[in-house]
């Protein structure tokens, strides 16, 4: 197989990140040293990256972090020696009394290029993620571009809302990503991997797709292209796996499949 040149390595990392966030980061510094050597420009870390325990309680909120503090520095210090894009979920401080559950973004400089919150929180299956995360409010999505790709972000339980990767999709976004931590139970990895694919396959996207490893998430975090296929899966373990996306690829499928061109309905904000 020919390389394209014009493609963007991207990874996507699987890891069970604890309650020990300088611990995570020594974790994730091996899988961005890892990723860069296997040739990726985009490094795509779970949600709750910075800090997670298998049940959500007060120390969440106690443990929360702002935008500039140790954590996304810590983040920004390996973008920047390693050259890369690094997108990662974070327990975000609010007003101490839930955090905001949020994706940063650090370019190869280090800079925060974009923030994405979680917009539907996991109140499903037996869980309550609302006691003490805040939901976002509905704002414009903050796309990136790297590798002349345009990026989005969401979040694990926002991809049970095609809305939310069409929304993305309407503003640009080619490469859509989604750190997750996706909880298992009865069912739960067929719904990851048809969630995944679905999303890629309905708006002709590669969707880069991050989760925690088992026993707490359902691992197989994989990158998908614009037809569906899986270019590369992880399985249960903790590891990083690259994918090269391309432009290219979407226009080719967008002239065999022109599913959005054809679409009849528009996605607008619940009242």
Partial sequence: MVTDLS??????VQFGPTTDSGANLEQMAGYVSAAKASGAELVVFPEYSSYFSPTMDQSWIDQAESLDGPFVQGLAALAAEYAVHIAAGIVERTDGTRFSNTIVVLNAAGDLV????????????GQRESDFAVAAEITEPELFVVGGMTVGVQTCYDLRFPEVTRRLVDAGAELVLVPAEWVRGPLKEQHWRTLVTARAIENTIYVAAADHTPPIGVGNSMIVDPMGVELVTIGEEADVAVARVSSERIDRVREVNPALSLRRFAVVPAE
């Fill in 7 to 12: 493609s963007l390595g991207v990874a996507v």
């Fill in 114 to 125: 974009a923030t994405s919150r979680k917009l539907h929180l996991y109140d499903a299956f």
